[in-house]
């Protein structure tokens, strides 16, 4: 499956900018500051992109859902 393969539905961010393929997620994660791209929610957000993009079928809906947990990670703790 290509990077270029979009979520079933976009993954909406703050101000608006929604990641609407796997390589725009995999973009977003890359421009995080290294030591949080190390955090566990991180690294299993790029653990499934990857296999999303190497197996694709299921992968690709839990690609999606690991990127919400990561991003939504900071609500849950605070």
């Known amino acids: 499956m290509p990077w270029s393969t979009p979520f079933d539905d976009p993954i909406a961010l703050d101000g608006g900018r929604r990641l609407r393929t796997l390589q725009e997620a995999a973009d977003y ?6 030591a949080e ?7 299993t957000a ?7 993009a190497e197996s694709g079928g299921g992968w690709l809906m839990f ?7 990561a991003l939504n990670a900071d609500c849950r703790r605070g």
Request: aromatic residues 4%.
């Open 63 to 69: 690609a999606r859902i690991g990127m919400l947990r």
């Open 46 to 52: 790029i653990e499934t992109l990857i296999n999303a």
């Open 29 to 34: 994660i890359m421009q995080l500051p290294e």
């Open 37 to 43: 791209q190390q955090d566990l929610r991180w690294q």
